[in-house]
């Protein structure tokens, strides 16, 4: 009797297709390995580097030239009132002087080092050249009378705004505190605009700043996704505004 040869089964399916070949355990093996690894790889739209500004630095060794700076932090933070800031309106101002004001601030943190919303009001100055630490924001006096959701931050983060999934908030006349970097002494700046920018934008309950810092020393810009922290009133004499006590002050001052 004539022997037959054995017809491969044909078949789409590849484990079918290889078992029907009779191939050597060891070819086996190969295959399927190498099917496995091809299921590891991640597509390259899913990996993500860490948010990042391209930060340059007068004199600094490790930003002399514009460099991408990796963000440890990058934080949203929103206090409507600073309990025990004790401001009063003052004499020669619109109000009746002697009227309690209350104090908001605004501010976004970021930072070369990992912190998170309770940790960012402890962040001590950087100890060197590639640490950083930058707070931009705004801080607005308001008599209780009118709540804070008269004021321009109020309008967009008070619980009964508008809208809490998309929202677009362009601060003007923002204060910034830049430390580190190589930085001799920290860089303390009011009244910012024009070329310096810090936009929030929301949407599908995601925050992200954009930001332009131009001070003659540092220029720092990006597009930075941000973690929203609690809006809540804290206390002065738990934990240091962002912005600093100078610029509770401040806003006294402007009212």
Same mark, same amino acid.
């Given at each position: ?26 070819t ?47 934080l949203l ?24 004001l ?45 709540? &804070?959701?008269?004021? +321009?931050?109020? %309008?967009?983060?008070?619980? *009964? /705004? @508008?809208? !809490? ?17 190589g ?22 309950g995601? &925050?992200?700043?954009? +930001?332009?810092? %131009?001070?003659?020393?540092? *220029? /720092? @810009?990006? !597009? ?32």
């Amino acid at each position: 009797m004539p022997m037959r040869r054995s017809v491969p089964v044909r078949t789409s399916d590849p484990w079918l297709y290889l078992i029907s070949q009779r191939r050597t355990s060891s070819t086996l093996t190969i295959a399927c390995v190498a099917i496995a690894v091809s299921l590891l790889v991640v597509p390259s739209d899913a990996r993500q580097a860490a948010p990042a500004l391209t930060l340059s630095i007068k004199n600094s060794t490790a930003y002399a030239q514009p460099t991408p700076a990796p963000l440890g932090a990058a934080l949203l933070i929103v206090t409507p009132s600073w309990v025990g800031a004790n401001a009063k309106t003052l004499a020669g101002g619109s109000e009746v002087p002697g009227q309690t004001l209350f104090v908001s601030e605004l501010a976004v943190v970021l930072s070369s080092r990992k912190a998170d919303c309770m940790s960012a009001f402890a962040l001590g100055a950087p100890d060197n050249d590639k640490d950083f630490l930058i707070v931009a924001g705004r801080t607005e006096a308001y008599l209780p009378r009118r709540d &804070w959701k008269s004021t +321009v931050v109020g %309008k967009v983060f008070a619980a *009964d /705004a @508008a809208d !809490k999934d998309k929202n677009h908030l362009a601060v003007d006349h923002f204060s910034v505190n830049i430390q580190g970097g190589g930085l001799k002494k920290m860089i303390s700046k009011d009244g910012l605009g024009g070329s310096s920018l810090l936009v929030l934008d929301q949407k599908d309950g995601q &925050w992200t700043a954009d +930001v332009a810092l %131009k001070t003659g020393d540092v *220029d /720092a @810009a990006g !597009k930075v996704p941000l973690t929203a922290c609690s809006v809540e009133n804290r206390s002065k004499n738990e934990l240091p505004p962002l912005l600093g006590e100078n610029r509770i002050t401040s806003a006294v001052q402007r009212y």
